[in-house]
């Protein structure tokens, strides 16, 4: 799976949107772009992925390059409880069944702090 | 519904014992994952199930670390003869089917301490 960079570290005023910076230049075709949470002495949980197109849920939306090297995971209006560490991970596409392609691959993520 | 569990959620241990970690996955899900955690890292990836097939344990660090699904649903990692440098949150994690890109749902993870 291609490798992502992210910044440390974010602060984000309370009711304010929440911008996530994501590199993923050496993303390939088939690769998908996901995005992780993983609140304060939890496990991880999944908010949004996507391919090449914008993608938008209840929790989050997702802006992906038109060259797909780097993405951008917004929170609309931040709360409190959207302090966590944020992951962006690259994985192959549906269907691919070569060695390594079931598991994520995280790497240290964005640690984002809403602050009152 | 009832999400992924882990038991216990937190483990102390002395060096050269042996541990067991329960993980039950979502009833009715064909795919799980053993994640390791260490202090300000994110996780890494130890094993994976497809029902009771250990179809990739690549991620272990050493043969003292074992895992098991027998029946396809509960799975255990044991750890064999603990080391300090096994201290870590250790995460399940499952999913519906076996699609290379199906969401997992991770469980709150066992802290084990070893002193």
């Known amino acids: 799976d291609a490798k992502t960079t992210q910044p440390p570290s974010m602060d984000c005023a309370e009711g304010r949107a929440a911008n996530l910076p994501c590199n993923h230049s050496t993303i390939s075709g088939n690769e998908y772009v996901y995005w992780y949470r993983q609140i304060h002495s939890q496990g991880p949980q999944y908010i949004i992925h996507?391919?090449?197109n914008n993608e938008t849920n209840e929790m989050a939306s997702l802006i992906i390059t038109e060259d797909r090297k780097s993405s951008t995971l917004i929170l609309p209006h931040a709360t409190l409880r959207d302090t966590a560490v944020y992951y962006c991970?690259?994985?192959?596409?549906?269907?691919?069944?070569?060695?390594?392609?079931?598991?994520?691959?995280f790497g240290k993520g964005t640690k984002l702090s809403v602050i009152p | 519904g009832a999400g992924v569990s882990q038991s216990p959620r937190y483990k102390v241990a002395k060096r050269g014992q042996d541990v067991a970690l329960r993980c039950d996955p979502i009833?009715?899900?064909?795919?799980l994952f053993w994640y390791q955690q260490a202090l300000g890292q994110g996780p890494e990836f130890l094993t994976y199930f497809q029902n009771e097939a250990q179809l990739d344990k690549s991620g272990l660090p050493s043969d003292r670390f074992f895992a098991e699904r027998p029946e396809g649903s509960v799975s255990t990692l044991k750890i064999q003869r603990t080391q300090q440098e096994d201290s870590a949150v250790y995460l399940c994690?499952?999913?519906?089917?076996?699609?290379?890109?199906?969401?997992?749902?991770f469980g709150p993870g066992t802290r084990l301490t070893v002193l």
């Open positions: 009833s009715g899900h064909v795919s």
């Open positions: 991970i690259v994985r192959v596409e549906e269907g691919y069944s070569g060695a390594g392609s079931y598991q994520l691959t």
């Open positions: 994690a499952s999913s519906q089917a076996g699609d290379s890109t199906d969401t997992q749902y």
């Open positions: 996507g391919l090449k």
